[in-house]
């Protein structure tokens, strides 16, 4: 780490030589970075740093400095500081599920405008790190949930986020391919980020080295297998009036409306992303 200065004098130096470090390395947003990585090793908020004249203990600097090699060729900021922020809450993050992404939180908006009923049963499917599924369970005290993934390791995950949630009473997780472990007409809401990228597909920095790949990808030419097998699913375990919240890729959400009506399901929401992408589509069974 030659860019560093040997005896720094003060926090602000430290961040400078820090973050001209990860712009040389390439990264967009270094100073960012550079803040948010020592904001986690001094346990503080990033805008808290402003406030503090003392510079790096040796440890902390020795961390950093560890920090600073791995973001700088391409390790997610979310992996080095462990966790996430979604919905206001923070979610314990690493390999073994993805990282939850702003666009995401569409589904949380259009969930909580559905779910108008004081108490009812939510199922996650594919809940990585149960991003969704606690989100919604924070805003709807009344309702219990179900966090289905086939990973176990993610299910590791979003264990350990329900409980630092204090969830622990309202939600539980379920091993399961999709709702094969679900019992008929038993759920109110099913929300469902399902792997939709071709292998194929150009992905921004770091995300197909350091991401879960059975969280990202489909079987190439198949971008359409997950939804048709969760709706299918969807059918039988939701109760009358049930509904589904999916996120959809780019470009993906016709074919899964068409494929929703063929089914039987009425399109009750869709959602455009900051970007302008439809990334967000409700479903109900028309003749439940
Ligand atoms: C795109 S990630 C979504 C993670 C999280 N819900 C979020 O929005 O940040 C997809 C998740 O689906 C899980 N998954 C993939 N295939 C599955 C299947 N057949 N049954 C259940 N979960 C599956 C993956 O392990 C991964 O955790």
Known sequence: MSNLPRRPQSLQEELRAASRFLATAGSEDARLEAEMLAAHILGVERMELLLRDESLSESQRATLEGLLQRRAVGEPVAYLEGSRGFWGLEFLVDPRVLIPRPDSELLIVAALEIAVTEMGTVSD???GSGALLLSFLHERPGWR????DQSTD???VARANIVALGLQGRARCLESDWGEQIDDASLD????NPPYIEPSEELGPGVAEYEPHEALFVEPGKPYAHYEQVLADAARVLRPGGSIVFEVGRARIDGVIR???EAGWAVVDQRRDLGGVWRCLALQRGDL
């Open 125 to 127: 499917w594919g809940t």
């Open 154 to 156: 993610a299910l590791a």
């Open 145 to 148: 949930g179900i966090a289905v």
């Open 259 to 261: 494929r929703a009506r």
């Open 189 to 192: 809401l099913i929300l469902c």
